[in-house]
């Protein structure tokens, strides 16, 4: 029988990479995200590989999640896989500039979106057992500080640690939890963060050969298909490109 995966944040970057490459792989999938449109041209795209199931949401809407995901039935009933991946960075100015209401949307989308996803996903892979996995899109920025990173880093090495705490929940159920950080990675994901600034998107990106959404999604698909006893539990990627900075010493501090 086919395994099912759930992909959230599967209308661009690494989750609608992971979608067209987890479908190869012959995957049943049920891939979320706002934009409708797109999760209707990516169902259209990946029906005639596998079985597609799109749901519509916004993983800050605690009511829309948990009532989709306990309605679900045969042949998406059964859960081996949750790619907790939708999430954002919104703006870079540091933390005395920023704005609040970025803040907030960071930590309700990347904090407390992802703990609804688990929640509402957790009975089922345990159900699941052996073999199920948890795979939580970190980044670096949990990791690594850097100036105006500020709360978008904070969300970050949440997910870092809960995974880990969670994974010793989860001891003796079968289900595995890993977290995966990437660093730099061309997606739209820069797009987000700036609100639409095409010259600081390729300013970041322009000669870094930075890690594609394709990098992650095949990296996604390695560790949901390793053999049942082992869990990767970290597991931090960067382009070749892109390194530690020097500590900045400001003399004037
Ligand atoms: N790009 C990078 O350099 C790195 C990214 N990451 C992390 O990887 C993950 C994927 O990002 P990436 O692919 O790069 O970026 P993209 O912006 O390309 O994709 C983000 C995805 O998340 C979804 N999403 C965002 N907010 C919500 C929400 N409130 N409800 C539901 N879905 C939402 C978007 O869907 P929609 O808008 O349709 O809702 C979209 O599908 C994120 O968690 C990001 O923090 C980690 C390390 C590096
Ligand atoms: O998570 C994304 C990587 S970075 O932009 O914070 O370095």
């Given at each position: 029988m086919n395994k099912t995966a759930v992909i959230t944040g599967?209308?661009?970057g690494f989750g609608l990479a992971s979608a067209r490459i987890f479908a190869d792989a012959g995957w049943n999938l049920i891939l979320t995200g706002r934009r409708e449109e797109r999760l209707a041209d990516i169902s259209e795209e990946l029906s005639s590989k596998t079985s597609v199931l799109t749901l519509v949401m916004d993983v800050c809407d605690k009511e829309a999640v948990l009532a989709a995901f306990n309605q679900l039935s045969a042949?998406?009933?059964?859960?081996?896989?949750?790619?907790n991946n939708a999430g954002l960075a919104l703006g870079t100015e540091p933390a005395q500039r920023s704005d609040l209401a970025q803040w907030h949307t960071m930590i309700d989308t990347n904090i407390k979106g992802l703990t609804t996803v688990t929640h509402a996903l957790l009975p089922k892979l345990i159900a699941t057992g052996k073999g199920a996995s948890i795979i939580n899109i970190g980044s670096i920025a949990g990791q690594w500080p850097y100036p105006g990173g500020n709360v978008y880093c904070g969300t970050k090495a949440f997910v870092e640690q809960f995974s880990l705490a969670l994974r010793c929940d989860l001891s003796g159920t079968g289900v595995r939890v890993t977290c995966l950080a990437p660093g730099l990675s061309e997606s739209e994901f820069t797009l987000v963060r700036t609100g639409g600034d095409k010259k600081a998107y390729d300013a970041l990106y322009?000669?870094?050969d930075a890690i594609q959404p394709e990098d992650i999604a095949e990296t996604l698909l390695w560790i949901a298909q390793?053999?049942?006893?082992?869990?990767?539990n970290q597991l931090e990627i960067m382009p070749v490109s892109q390194s530690w900075a020097p500590f900045a010493i400001k003399r004037d501090a």
């Open positions: 599967a209308t661009s042949p998406f009933d059964q859960i081996d896989l949750l790619i322009g000669g870094a390793l053999p049942a006893h082992l869990n990767i």
